[in-house]
Each structure stands twice: as C-alpha cells, then as structure tokens.
C-alpha cells in the first residue's frame, strides 16, 4: 500500500517519516521523498492516528489525486534542482511527464492552478534557494554555480538572483543575516 506525504524534502525526512511508521508497528517496504509504500493495509483509525504524529513533524498525509499530483511534481523539481545537478539539463516538461506518466499540459495547469504559479517559476525559485545555499557555503564562485546549475551565463544568473531576491549574489554574500527558505516553504 502506498502512502502519499507531503513536505518530504530531503533525507532527514525520510529517516523522520520511517522511524513514525515504525513506531507505530508499520513496516516500510521503501521511503522516497513524498511516498511510502508499507507491507500491510491500515486502517482509517491508524491513518487518523498516523496523520497526526506526521503533523507534528511538519508532514501531512495526502488523500486526493490533485494534492498527490502537486506534491510528485514538487517532488520531482527539488530532486533535479537539490540533488541531481548534472541532470538539470534536461527537457522539464518531458522528466516530469515521463515521471508522472500524465500529460505535461494537464499536469501544467493543475498546478498553476493550485499552487498560483507556473512550475517554470517554481523550477526557478528552487535554483534561487540552491544559489543562496551555495553562496552561503563559500566553496564555489558564482561562475561555479551558474555552471553547475546550467545556467547559460553568469549575468543571467545574477539578473535572474537580483530580480528574485532584490539582492546581487555578491550582496547576499555580504548579508550577516541570510534569509534562506525552507524547501517546502517555496
């Protein structure tokens, strides 16, 4: 049986969600970001019951197909975007059809309408957050992230930053205080 969670972002996540499906007698067959596929069927009791230790945690359960479409598409971006650097040259609207197995179009427009933004504008704000985590670090030159991103040029990236945050990348270097974002706040 497969449960779809929303806000599962990185490997913490995954370690946080199995360790409450254990607790709870659940053996977890696998954990990837946003689904959990369990050995046994549960119960609306134990769902309920489940549902709740998740909240705690910042987690949510999703029911309906809609919800469960968006978070597979959120999913899918913070992987490519987070984790798979070397793969974020390929074609979006093909990954995520070919992911979802569904009509990028329909999928598309789903999710403009419930989230109130393209996922072209979420793809970007997601790069966005990535730059500001690896200015933060210090370890790469601004060079070194557009191309590890794919940007096509430094200035664009930089125009792309400023036009985001309101703040050259070299600004936000300087900032004391760097206002980051949590992943599943974008």
Excluded at 7 to 13: D, F, K, L
Excluded at 50 to 59: C, H, I, Q, V
Excluded at 81 to 86: I, M, Y
Aim: hydrophobic residues 40%; contains cysteine; proline residues 1%.
């Amino acid at each position: 049986m497969k449960l779809y969670i929303k806000n599962m972002v990185c490997s913490r996540c995954k370690m946080v969600v199995k360790s409450e499906f254990e607790a709870m007698g659940l053996h977890p067959l696998s954990v990837e970001l946003g689904v959990v596929d369990i050995q046994e069927s549960i119960t609306n009791q134990e769902k309920e019951i489940l549902s709740d230790r998740l909240k705690a945690f910042g987690f949510e359960l999703i029911d309906d197909k809609k919800s469960k479409a968006i978070e597979r598409i959120k999913v899918l971006i913070i992987e490519l975007v987070h984790h798979k650097n070397n793969e974020l040259h390929v074609n979006l609207s093909e990954y995520i059809s070919n992911h979802l197995s569904q009509d990028y179009a329909m999928l598309s427009n789903l999710f403009s309408e419930v989230e109130g933004i393209t996922i072209e504008k979420y793809v970007i704000l997601q790069k966005i957050e990535r730059v500001k985590e690896l200015l933060m670090y210090d370890e790469m030159s601004l060079s070194e992230i557009a191309h590890m991103l794919h940007y096509s040029s430094v200035s664009y990236l930089s125009n792309q930053f400023k036009k985001i945050t309101g703040f050259s990348p070299s600004h936000y270097k300087q900032l004391k205080d760097k206002k980051r974002l949590q992943i599943e706040d974008l």
